[in-house]
């Protein structure tokens, strides 16, 4: 899925990135999912007078709702952008093999399976680093992929810094850059 030379959007993605956007969405998860609880205990008591007290609820509960929550936040971002908001932060998008968006069904798909891969004690994971395309267990029986994408622009420093190079004599590869129609910054 390589798109040209020098560009990055289009590659597979590897472990570290895809660790560092899970450790992101898990954060975010875990994060909200605690303020959902805490704001629906302060307003059952506040509207109703019932106290509620999580420690004493059988902790299954706790753990259904935790994956009712992040099936949705999952199913939800893959079915519109193709991504969650820690995908996002580090420039992943999940396609189908073809490179396609994923539909509903593939995304549902994805999101249920995904915690095969921890329990089968991570051995879901190996096809990430020794697979060529760097798919793992859930990717496989999805049909999906996860790819760098940061979108059709190619990557070049922010304009005036670029002109302050090129003024100094530094070559900078900048595809379809239009100079009369952005501001010049003098020295």
Do not use: C
Not at 16 to 30: E, K, N, P, Q
Not at 102 to 123: D, H, S
Request: no cysteine.
């Amino acid at each position: 899925m390589s798109t040209g030379v020098g560009q990055v959007s289009g590659q597979y993605a590897g472990a570290f990135t895809r660790l560092v956007a899970f450790g992101i969405d898990w954060l975010i998860l875990t994060g909200i999912y605690g303020l959902i609880l805490a704001g629906g205990q302060f307003f059952l008591n506040l509207l109703f007078g019932i106290e509620v007290d999580f420690g004493a609820v059988d902790p299954a509960w706790y753990w259904l709702g935790l994956g009712a929550w992040a099936f949705l936040y999952l199913f939800v971002g893959l079915t519109i952008t193709g991504r969650s908001v820690g995908k996002a932060l580090v420039g992943l998008k999940v396609v189908t093999r073809q490179g396609m968006p994923l539909g509903p069904g593939r995304a549902a798909v994805r999101v249920v399976t995904f915690p095969l891969n921890f329990l089968l004690m991570g051995i879901g994971f190996v096809g990430i680093i020794l697979g060529r395309e760097r798919r793992a267990l859930h990717d496989v029986i999805s049909g999906s992929a996860v790819v760098y994408d940061w979108g059709d622009r190619p990557a070049e420093l922010p304009a005036p810094l670029t002109r302050f190079l090129e003024r100094r004599g530094v070559a900078i590869a900048a595809a379809a850059r239009s100079s009369d129609t952005e501001p010049t910054v003098d020295d």
